[in-house]
């Protein structure tokens, strides 16, 4: 059974850019959960989509957004990009199994 | 205060010893309890999932919760170089949002 796919695995951008990170969760399952980690903060909870549907959202600025299509899979956004966005972003599904994460650096 | 607090260590070991490793938190509506192990450059792999109070074997693994003290705790018994990783409590009240610990770095000498 395949994992957690996330691509892409690394990218660069500049401030001011936005980007947009892909998730794939484990077949069947319905849920994709969105996480940023950083060294200083962690782990920290983005938001989560179930069946198309934002059912969790944490603290972070509407910068941050997402969406999930009628197949599971998970995009997510992140507009007006700042040097402190630079982080590894983790999708996890349904909702205890990680991908190996999208490395996002600003430049 | 965090919602989870954990050591991040370093925590350095000899091969075949016990790693003890805990987090504290203070949000009595936890239910769900979990750790993961995180090796460089991957994802958190899941290593134990508990629910409630008690004690939870997995091969080399023990994992206990103690709800009175708001306490978890992960064993790790005849330890291994491929041990060497960051270690990452996780905690949940049930819904599919889960709160970290900081993670502690071990390494287990050869």
């Known amino acids: 059974k395949a994992g957690v796919t996330q691509t892409p695995r690394y990218l660069i951008k500049t401030r001011g850019q936005q980007v947009t990170l892909s998730c794939s969760p484990i077949?069947?399952?319905?849920?994709v959960s969105w996480y940023q980690q950083t060294p200083g903060q962690g782990l920290q909870f983005l938001f989560e989509y179930f069946s198309e549907t934002q059912r969790n959202k944490g603290n972070f600025p509407g910068r941050f957004s997402g969406r999930q299509f009628s197949n599971s899979r998970s995009e997510m956004n992140v507009s007006t990009l700042e040097l402190g966005d630079s982080a590894l972003y983790l999708c996890?599904?349904?909702?205890?199994?990680f991908g190996n994460g999208t490395r996002l650096t600003v430049t | 205060q965090k919602e989870v607090e954990q050591d991040p260590g370093p925590l350095s070991v000899p091969e075949g010893a016990i790693v003890s490793l805990n987090c504290t938190y203070s949000n009595s509506a936890f239910q769900y309890f979990m750790w993961y192990r995180q090796y460089s450059r991957k994802g958190p792999e899941l290593l134990m999932y508990t629910y409630s109070s008690g004690n939870k074997e997995d091969g080399r693994f023990t994992a206990q919760v103690d709800k009175s003290s708001k306490y978890i705790s992960l064993f790790i018994r005849d330890s291994q170089p491929s041990d060497s990783a960051t270690y990452l409590c996780?905690?949940?009240?049930?819904?599919?949002?889960?709160?970290f610990g900081a993670g502690t770095t071990v390494t287990v000498r050869a």
């Open positions: 077949s069947g399952h319905r849920s």
């Open positions: 996890a599904s349904a909702p205890l199994h």
């Open positions: 996780a905690m949940s009240e049930g819904d599919y949002k889960l709160s």
